[in-house]
Nanobody
Framework: QVQLVESGGGSLPPGYSVTLSCAAS????????LGWFRQSPGKEREFLAE????????KISDELLGRVLIAKDTTKNTITLRIVGLQPEDTAVYYC???????????WGQGTQVTVSS
């Protein structure tokens, strides 16, 4: 049973940075792509970034280029997402997902809330 558990969210003032973690377990993720999405109230889930577990290939949302960094730690079976220069519009629930086929995410975590306000 695949499990994805996000952590690292919280309330932060504008301009700060946040690092979110996703602990992945339940199977080998060789050949999988793990990614980050977010969803704000009343909006659709938005793609942020993804990383291939095997070859480290990365894809970043055009909207967030230069503001986010995605990385993986195979020793801890985790991926992280660092966002710099937080703004109120970054307020959302951030989700970790796992994809076995390009563009199709099969598994999701429960999400972690990030709130940006002064």
């Amino acid at each position: 049973q695949v499990q994805l558990v996000e952590s690292g969210g919280g309330s932060l003032p504008p301009g700060y940075s946040v690092t979110l973690s996703c602990a992945a377990s339940g199977r080998s993720f060789d050949g999988y792509t793990l990614g980050w999405f977010r969803q704000s109230p009343g909006k659709e889930r938005e793609f942020l970034a993804e990383i291939n577990w095997s070859d480290n290939g990365r894809k970043i949302s055009d909207e967030l280029l230069g503001r986010v960094l995605i990385a993986k730690d195979t020793t801890k079976n985790t991926i992280t997402l660092r966002i710099v220069g937080l703004q109120p519009e970054d307020t959302a629930v951030y989700y970790c997902g796992a994809s076995s086929h390009e563009g199709v995410y099969d598994f999701w975590g429960q999400g972690t809330q990030v709130t940006v306000s002064s």
